[in-house]
């Protein structure tokens, strides 16, 4: 069974700062997809970054940064340049497999989630 | 990127009615729709997963009779609360899946339900 862990309840960052929010996570699949994802007081969910298991590289996307350190199992979101908009709850998130010829296809386990505070 | 919309936003019911949250893919056709619950300030949790054209497949622990699901089309997933009551109060989103894109899922803007 695959787990997330965020063990960041919450977080505090001063505003054009950089932060980065924690996320382990286990699985024995060796094929996965990490997600972050932004959720607003609104409840929406906004996809973020994506890393998978085999790339080579951190995934980047404009001030997100992923932080992929596979022997170790983590995949820490980066936010440079902190703004007052990023204030809201973070999610990390798996997918197992990368086959798509399950019907489960697409499933995600989501860690515990970090609020992040922005002050001006 | 491929749209998912979540309707209604927000109900408020009484309990022991039922309420239908519609989930639809609207540029692209999903055979497979997740429908997860959040409580306040808590993860989603996966609730069940909906496959086009059969039945949907409950996580443990969730009431197959209280949460109806039915995925009737590829393009539209249901998601029924028979019988609500106040514990049922909670955030409903749900999600699809686009074969072709394997890195990101699709979520509806989310149903925030209160039962009274």
């Known amino acids: 069974a695959q787990k997330i862990t965020q063990t960041q309840p919450g977080m505090f960052v001063q505003e054009k700062e950089a932060v980065t929010l924690d996320c382990t996570y286990d699985?024995?699949?060796?094929?996965?997809?990490l997600f972050w994802y932004k959720q607003p007081s609104s409840g929406e969910m906004i996809f973020l970054i994506y890393q998978g298991s085999y790339d080579q590289q951190n995934a980047t996307e404009g001030r997100y940064s992923l932080n992929f350190q596979k022997a170790r199992k983590s995949a820490n979101l980066v936010i440079s340049a902190s703004q007052l908009g990023d204030s809201a709850m973070y999610f990390c998130?798996?997918?197992?497999?990368?086959?798509?010829?399950?019907?489960?296809?697409?499933?995600?386990?989501f860690g515990q989630g970090t609020i992040l505070t922005v002050h001006p | 990127g491929a749209v998912v919309s979540q309707h209604p936003s927000r109900v408020i019911c009484k309990s022991g009615t039922s309420v239908k949250i519609e989930c639809r893919s609207l540029?692209?056709?999903?055979?497979?729709m997740f429908w997860y619950r959040q409580f306040p300030k808590q993860s989603l949790m996966l609730m069940a997963t909906?496959?086009?054209?059969?039945?949907?497949?409950?996580e443990q622990g969730v009431e197959k009779d209280k949460f109806l699901i039915n995925h009737a089309s590829l393009t539209l997933s249901t998601l029924t609360v028979t019988s609500a009551h106040p514990e049922d109060s909670s955030f409903y989103i749900c999600?699809?899946?686009?074969?072709?894109?394997?890195?990101?899922?699709?979520f509806g803007q989310g149903t925030r339900l209160t039962v009274v």
């Open positions: 999600s699809a899946t686009l074969w072709t894109v394997n890195t990101e899922a699709f």
């Open positions: 540029d692209f056709q999903a055979t497979t």
């Open positions: 699985t024995s699949d060796p094929s996965y997809g």
């Open positions: 909906s496959n086009e054209g059969s039945k949907a497949t409950y």
């Open positions: 998130a798996m997918r197992d497999s990368l086959n798509a010829g399950g019907t489960s296809y697409g499933k995600l386990t």
